[in-house]
Protein backbone atom coordinates (compact mmCIF):
# COMPACT_ATOMS: atom_id res chain seq x y z
CA UNK A 1 0.00 0.00 0.00
CA UNK A 2 1.41 3.33 -1.04
CA UNK A 3 2.45 5.56 1.82
CA UNK A 4 -0.21 8.21 2.84
CA UNK A 5 1.47 11.11 5.20
CA UNK A 6 -1.75 13.12 5.36
CA UNK A 7 -3.78 10.00 5.74
CA UNK A 8 -1.74 8.92 8.98
CA UNK A 9 -1.14 12.79 10.67
CA UNK A 10 -3.93 13.39 13.08
CA UNK A 11 -6.50 15.52 11.30
CA UNK A 12 -5.37 18.66 13.65
CA UNK A 13 -2.06 18.85 12.72
CA UNK A 14 -3.04 18.07 9.02
CA UNK A 15 -4.34 21.24 9.20
CA UNK A 16 -2.26 23.30 11.88
CA UNK A 17 -1.03 27.20 10.81
CA UNK A 18 2.52 27.01 12.05
CA UNK A 19 3.38 30.27 14.25
CA UNK A 20 5.24 32.28 11.83
CA UNK A 21 8.25 34.32 13.89
CA UNK A 22 10.08 37.13 12.73
CA UNK A 23 12.82 35.32 11.24
CA UNK A 24 10.50 33.84 8.93
CA UNK A 25 9.30 36.85 7.39
CA UNK A 26 12.79 38.00 6.64
CA UNK A 27 15.62 35.30 6.54
CA UNK A 28 18.41 38.04 5.61
CA UNK A 29 21.48 38.63 7.85
CA UNK A 30 21.71 42.69 7.25
CA UNK A 31 19.59 45.36 7.92
CA UNK A 32 18.41 47.51 10.46
CA UNK A 33 16.52 44.38 13.01
CA UNK A 34 13.12 46.49 14.91
CA UNK A 35 10.97 43.62 13.81
CA UNK A 36 11.13 40.94 16.56
CA UNK A 37 11.03 43.29 20.11
CA UNK A 38 15.04 42.15 20.70
CA UNK A 39 16.83 44.45 22.93
CA UNK A 40 18.84 46.50 20.55
CA UNK A 41 21.62 47.63 22.85
CA UNK A 42 23.19 44.37 23.64
CA UNK A 43 23.80 41.42 26.03
CA UNK A 44 24.88 43.02 29.10
CA UNK A 45 28.28 42.71 29.98
CA UNK A 46 29.00 42.38 26.12
CA UNK A 47 30.24 44.84 23.31
CA UNK A 48 27.33 44.94 20.40
CA UNK A 49 29.93 44.91 17.99
CA UNK A 50 31.29 41.70 19.16
CA UNK A 51 28.93 39.17 17.80
CA UNK A 52 30.31 35.89 18.97
CA UNK A 53 30.03 37.28 22.45
CA UNK A 54 26.45 38.83 22.17
CA UNK A 55 23.39 36.72 21.80
CA UNK A 56 20.47 39.57 21.65
CA UNK A 57 19.18 38.48 18.44
CA UNK A 58 17.19 35.09 17.99
CA UNK A 59 18.97 32.53 16.29
CA UNK A 60 18.11 31.23 12.95
CA UNK A 61 14.57 29.08 13.48
CA UNK A 62 15.73 26.47 10.67
CA UNK A 63 19.41 26.63 11.35
CA UNK A 64 20.14 26.71 7.52
CA UNK A 65 23.76 27.74 7.68
CA UNK A 66 24.03 24.46 10.22
CA UNK A 67 21.71 21.98 7.89
CA UNK A 68 24.22 23.24 5.15
CA UNK A 69 27.28 21.46 6.72
CA UNK A 70 25.51 18.58 8.02
CA UNK A 71 24.17 17.68 4.55
CA UNK A 72 27.92 18.24 3.25
CA UNK A 73 28.72 15.68 5.66
CA UNK A 74 26.19 13.75 5.77
CA UNK A 75 25.13 13.77 1.71
CA UNK A 76 21.55 14.56 2.67
CA UNK A 77 19.60 17.91 1.18
CA UNK A 78 19.01 20.13 3.54
CA UNK A 79 15.43 20.05 3.30
CA UNK A 80 15.71 16.32 4.24
CA UNK A 81 16.81 17.05 7.66
CA UNK A 82 15.40 18.66 10.93
CA UNK A 83 17.20 19.78 13.63
CA UNK A 84 15.64 19.45 17.33
CA UNK A 85 16.95 19.68 21.46
CA UNK A 86 18.70 16.19 21.25
CA UNK A 87 16.48 13.16 19.66
CA UNK A 88 13.83 13.50 22.42
CA UNK A 89 12.66 16.38 21.06
CA UNK A 90 12.09 14.98 17.23
CA UNK A 91 10.80 11.81 19.23
CA UNK A 92 8.37 13.82 21.01
CA UNK A 93 6.89 15.67 17.80
CA UNK A 94 6.51 12.56 15.99
CA UNK A 95 4.31 10.97 18.78
CA UNK A 96 2.44 14.21 18.72
CA UNK A 97 2.37 14.55 15.19
CA UNK A 98 0.92 11.36 14.24
CA UNK A 99 -0.59 9.69 17.28
CA UNK A 100 -4.27 10.18 18.96
CA UNK A 101 -4.30 9.64 22.79
CA UNK A 102 -6.05 7.41 23.67
CA UNK A 103 -6.72 5.69 20.00
CA UNK A 104 -3.19 5.22 18.30
CA UNK A 105 -0.19 3.20 19.59
CA UNK A 106 3.47 3.00 18.85
CA UNK A 107 5.38 0.00 18.85
CA UNK A 108 9.05 -0.78 20.68
CA UNK A 109 10.99 -3.75 21.01
CA UNK A 110 12.68 -3.74 24.14
CA UNK A 111 15.20 -3.65 26.11
CA UNK A 112 15.41 -0.12 24.09
CA UNK A 113 16.46 3.68 24.41
CA UNK A 114 13.71 4.27 27.12
CA UNK A 115 12.62 7.82 25.98
CA UNK A 116 10.07 6.45 23.22
CA UNK A 117 8.23 4.57 25.97
CA UNK A 118 8.48 8.34 28.28
CA UNK A 119 7.08 10.15 25.69
CA UNK A 120 4.67 7.96 24.97
CA UNK A 121 3.01 7.93 28.52
CA UNK A 122 3.46 11.62 28.16
CA UNK A 123 1.40 12.27 25.00
CA UNK A 124 -1.06 9.20 26.98
CA UNK A 125 0.09 7.43 23.80
CA UNK A 126 -0.39 3.18 24.12
CA UNK A 127 2.75 1.43 24.03
CA UNK A 128 2.94 -1.87 22.55
CA UNK A 129 6.37 -3.95 23.01
CA UNK A 130 7.57 -6.98 21.17
CA UNK A 131 10.51 -7.99 22.75
CA UNK A 132 14.10 -8.70 21.45
CA UNK A 133 15.17 -12.30 20.98
CA UNK A 134 18.03 -13.61 24.10
CA UNK A 135 20.42 -12.30 21.40
CA UNK A 136 18.71 -8.97 21.19
CA UNK A 137 17.58 -9.34 17.61
CA UNK A 138 14.14 -8.74 15.89
CA UNK A 139 11.84 -11.70 16.66
CA UNK A 140 9.43 -11.38 13.93
CA UNK A 141 6.36 -13.34 15.31
CA UNK A 142 6.18 -11.37 18.44
CA UNK A 143 6.76 -7.92 16.47
CA UNK A 144 3.51 -8.96 13.90
CA UNK A 145 1.79 -9.96 16.85
CA UNK A 146 2.32 -6.04 18.47
CA UNK A 147 1.39 -4.40 15.50
CA UNK A 148 -1.99 -3.19 15.13
CA UNK A 149 -4.35 -0.93 12.88
CA UNK A 150 -3.37 1.51 15.22
CA UNK A 151 0.22 1.71 15.32
CA UNK A 152 1.62 4.95 13.99
CA UNK A 153 5.30 4.90 14.71
CA UNK A 154 7.80 1.78 14.44
CA UNK A 155 10.78 2.37 16.56
CA UNK A 156 14.31 -0.11 15.88
CA UNK A 157 17.28 1.54 17.44
CA UNK A 158 19.93 0.22 15.55
CA UNK A 159 22.87 0.11 17.35
CA UNK A 160 20.55 -1.08 20.01
CA UNK A 161 21.06 0.71 23.50
CA UNK A 162 21.52 -1.53 25.73
CA UNK A 163 22.87 -4.35 24.33
CA UNK A 164 25.06 -2.31 21.92
CA UNK A 165 24.33 -4.51 18.43
CA UNK A 166 22.62 -3.50 15.00
CA UNK A 167 19.49 -5.42 14.53
CA UNK A 168 18.75 -7.28 11.44
CA UNK A 169 18.87 -4.86 8.22
CA UNK A 170 17.04 -7.26 5.81
CA UNK A 171 13.85 -7.31 8.77
CA UNK A 172 13.97 -3.52 9.06
CA UNK A 173 13.60 -3.65 5.39
CA UNK A 174 10.73 -5.90 5.15
CA UNK A 175 8.88 -3.36 7.76
CA UNK A 176 9.83 -0.28 5.74
CA UNK A 177 7.95 -2.21 2.74
CA UNK A 178 5.01 -3.73 4.99
CA UNK A 179 4.49 -1.45 8.00
CA UNK A 180 1.84 1.16 6.93
CA UNK A 181 3.04 4.13 9.87
CA UNK A 182 6.67 5.56 9.82
CA UNK A 183 9.55 3.59 10.43
CA UNK A 184 11.80 5.26 12.97
CA UNK A 185 15.84 4.04 13.16
CA UNK A 186 17.43 5.87 15.80
CA UNK A 187 21.62 5.96 14.59
CA UNK A 188 22.53 7.80 17.84
CA UNK A 189 25.61 4.73 18.01
CA UNK A 190 26.11 4.50 14.03
CA UNK A 191 29.53 6.54 14.33
CA UNK A 192 30.90 3.37 15.96
CA UNK A 193 29.77 0.89 13.94
CA UNK A 194 30.29 -1.33 10.75
CA UNK A 195 27.63 -0.62 8.74
CA UNK A 196 26.45 1.94 6.52
CA UNK A 197 23.35 4.11 7.75
CA UNK A 198 19.85 4.20 6.75
CA UNK A 199 19.74 7.96 5.07
CA UNK A 200 20.77 6.69 2.19
CA UNK A 201 17.50 4.58 1.81
CA UNK A 202 15.35 7.77 2.20
CA UNK A 203 14.89 8.36 -1.72
CA UNK A 204 13.48 4.84 -1.34
CA UNK A 205 11.10 4.85 1.27
CA UNK A 206 8.85 8.09 2.23
CA UNK A 207 7.65 6.49 5.49
CA UNK A 208 11.61 6.57 6.97
CA UNK A 209 12.70 8.30 9.60
CA UNK A 210 16.63 8.20 10.77
CA UNK A 211 17.78 9.84 14.05
CA UNK A 212 21.16 10.46 14.81
CA UNK A 213 22.98 12.71 17.61
CA UNK A 214 25.72 14.97 18.28
CA UNK A 215 26.27 14.11 21.84
CA UNK A 216 27.92 10.77 21.13
CA UNK A 217 30.51 10.97 18.51
CA UNK A 218 30.90 14.26 18.02
CA UNK A 219 30.99 15.16 21.91
CA UNK A 220 28.31 17.40 22.36
CA UNK A 221 26.22 15.98 24.78
CA UNK A 222 25.85 19.15 26.73
CA UNK A 223 24.49 21.27 24.28
CA UNK A 224 21.75 18.84 23.08
CA UNK A 225 21.64 18.81 19.69
CA UNK A 226 20.00 15.83 17.56
CA UNK A 227 19.51 15.10 13.68
CA UNK A 228 16.09 13.23 11.98
CA UNK A 229 16.26 12.63 8.14
CA UNK A 230 13.23 12.22 6.32
CA UNK A 231 11.38 13.17 3.21
CA UNK A 232 10.42 16.83 2.92
CA UNK A 233 6.76 15.96 3.71
CA UNK A 234 7.54 14.71 7.18
CA UNK A 235 10.06 17.24 8.19
CA UNK A 236 8.17 19.85 6.72
CA UNK A 237 5.66 18.44 9.59
CA UNK A 238 8.13 18.36 12.37
CA UNK A 239 8.65 22.26 11.73
CA UNK A 240 5.21 23.67 11.68
CA UNK A 241 4.89 22.05 15.03
CA UNK A 242 8.53 22.58 16.87
CA UNK A 243 9.11 25.80 18.99
CA UNK A 244 10.15 28.83 16.64
CA UNK A 245 13.35 28.96 18.62
CA UNK A 246 14.17 25.04 19.32
CA UNK A 247 18.13 24.99 18.46
CA UNK A 248 20.03 28.12 20.34
CA UNK A 249 22.18 30.34 18.85
CA UNK A 250 25.10 29.06 21.13
CA UNK A 251 24.46 25.48 19.72
CA UNK A 252 24.85 26.20 16.08
CA UNK A 253 27.78 27.96 16.36
CA UNK A 254 29.60 25.77 18.33
CA UNK A 255 27.91 23.18 16.11
CA UNK A 256 29.34 24.96 13.34
CA UNK A 257 32.62 24.98 14.78
CA UNK A 258 32.98 21.56 15.22
CA UNK A 259 31.97 20.23 12.09
CA UNK A 260 34.94 21.44 10.84
CA UNK A 261 36.95 18.68 12.36
CA UNK A 262 35.63 15.98 10.76
CA UNK A 263 39.25 14.10 10.61
CA UNK A 264 39.67 14.86 14.51
CA UNK A 265 36.10 13.07 15.20
CA UNK A 266 36.99 10.51 12.81
CA UNK A 267 40.22 9.90 15.02
CA UNK A 268 38.70 10.47 17.97
CA UNK A 269 36.41 7.63 17.20
CA UNK A 270 38.96 4.97 16.19
CA UNK A 271 40.69 5.46 19.47
CA UNK A 272 36.80 4.51 21.35
CA UNK A 273 36.74 1.02 19.01
CA UNK A 274 40.40 0.78 20.03
CA UNK A 275 39.71 1.42 23.73
CA UNK A 276 36.26 -0.78 23.41
CA UNK A 277 38.12 -4.17 22.01
CA UNK A 278 40.99 -3.61 24.56
CA UNK A 279 37.73 -3.51 27.64
CA UNK A 280 35.98 -6.00 26.30
CA UNK A 281 38.93 -8.43 26.44
CA UNK A 282 40.38 -7.67 30.06
CA UNK A 283 36.50 -7.69 30.67
CA UNK A 284 36.29 -11.21 29.41
CA UNK A 285 39.27 -12.36 31.40
CA UNK A 286 37.50 -11.84 34.99
CA UNK A 287 36.16 -14.94 36.72
CA UNK A 288 33.67 -12.48 37.82
CA UNK A 289 32.32 -12.11 34.06
CA UNK A 290 30.43 -14.44 32.37
CA UNK A 291 29.90 -12.76 29.10
CA UNK A 292 30.64 -9.61 27.02
CA UNK A 293 28.06 -8.44 24.41
CA UNK A 294 29.78 -7.90 21.27
CA UNK A 295 29.05 -4.19 20.63
CA UNK A 296 28.58 -1.87 17.61
CA UNK A 297 28.60 1.03 19.93
CA UNK A 298 30.39 3.18 22.66
CA UNK A 299 29.42 0.93 25.12
CA UNK A 300 29.26 -2.25 26.66
CA UNK A 301 26.69 -4.78 28.02
CA UNK A 302 28.44 -6.79 30.02
CA UNK A 303 26.78 -9.86 32.40
CA UNK A 304 28.65 -10.57 35.37
CA UNK A 305 27.69 -12.26 38.94
CA UNK A 306 26.37 -9.98 41.39
CA UNK A 307 25.61 -7.35 38.87
CA UNK A 308 23.69 -5.18 41.19
CA UNK A 309 26.11 -5.26 44.33
CA UNK A 310 28.89 -4.96 41.66
CA UNK A 311 27.11 -1.90 40.79
CA UNK A 312 26.73 -0.05 44.10
CA UNK A 313 30.66 -1.02 44.91
CA UNK A 314 31.89 0.23 41.84
CA UNK A 315 29.31 3.70 42.93
CA UNK A 316 31.62 3.79 46.41
CA UNK A 317 34.19 3.95 45.07
CA UNK A 318 33.24 6.81 42.26
CA UNK A 319 33.20 4.41 39.02
CA UNK A 320 30.17 5.24 38.15
CA UNK A 321 28.61 2.58 35.29
CA UNK A 322 24.80 1.66 34.44
CA UNK A 323 22.71 -0.73 36.14
CA UNK A 324 20.14 -2.46 33.57
CA UNK A 325 19.52 -5.41 36.10
CA UNK A 326 15.79 -4.54 35.97
CA UNK A 327 15.71 -4.30 32.50
CA UNK A 328 14.07 -6.64 29.95
CA UNK A 329 16.25 -9.64 28.81
CA UNK A 330 19.40 -7.81 30.81
CA UNK A 331 19.04 -9.25 34.27
CA UNK A 332 22.73 -9.66 35.58
CA UNK A 333 23.92 -6.90 33.13
CA UNK A 334 25.78 -3.85 33.23
CA UNK A 335 26.89 -1.08 30.85
CA UNK A 336 29.84 0.17 30.64
CA UNK A 337 30.51 3.51 28.43
CA UNK A 338 34.21 3.09 26.87
CA UNK A 339 36.20 5.75 28.69
CA UNK A 340 39.59 6.84 28.50
CA UNK A 341 42.61 3.94 29.00
CA UNK A 342 42.90 5.05 32.37
CA UNK A 343 39.45 5.47 33.36
CA UNK A 344 38.97 1.72 32.15
CA UNK A 345 42.25 0.65 34.15
CA UNK A 346 40.77 2.09 36.97
CA UNK A 347 36.95 0.16 36.41
CA UNK A 348 38.78 -3.16 35.59
CA UNK A 349 40.92 -3.03 39.10
CA UNK A 350 37.99 -2.09 41.23
CA UNK A 351 35.64 -4.74 39.85
CA UNK A 352 38.86 -7.23 40.16
CA UNK A 353 39.02 -5.34 43.88
CA UNK A 354 35.36 -6.34 44.46
CA UNK A 355 35.53 -10.03 42.71
CA UNK A 356 39.24 -10.64 45.26
CA UNK A 357 37.00 -10.05 48.46
CA UNK A 358 34.23 -11.77 48.02
CA UNK A 359 37.12 -15.09 46.98
CA UNK A 360 38.60 -14.40 50.12
Known amino acids: MPFNLQKLLRPHIAGIKPYSSARDEYTGTEGVFLDAN ?98 YLIDPESLDAAIDQNSKLLFFCSPNNPSGNLLQ ?78 INALTQQQALKVLEHTKAQQEVVQHILANREQLANELQALDIVEKVYPSEANFLLVKMRNAATVFHHLIEEKVIVRDRTKVTLCEACLRITIGTEEENQQLVAKIKEYSSSVAE
Open 38 to 135: ENAFGTPGASINNASASFHRYPDPYQQKLKHRISEIKQVAPEHIFLGNGSDEAIDLLIRAFCRPGVDNIVVLPPTYGMYEVSAAINAVALKKAALTPD
Open 169 to 246: PELIEHYLKTFEGVVVIDEAYIDFANTRSWTEKLQQYPNLLVMQTMSKAWGMAALRLGMAYASREIIAVLNKIKPPYN
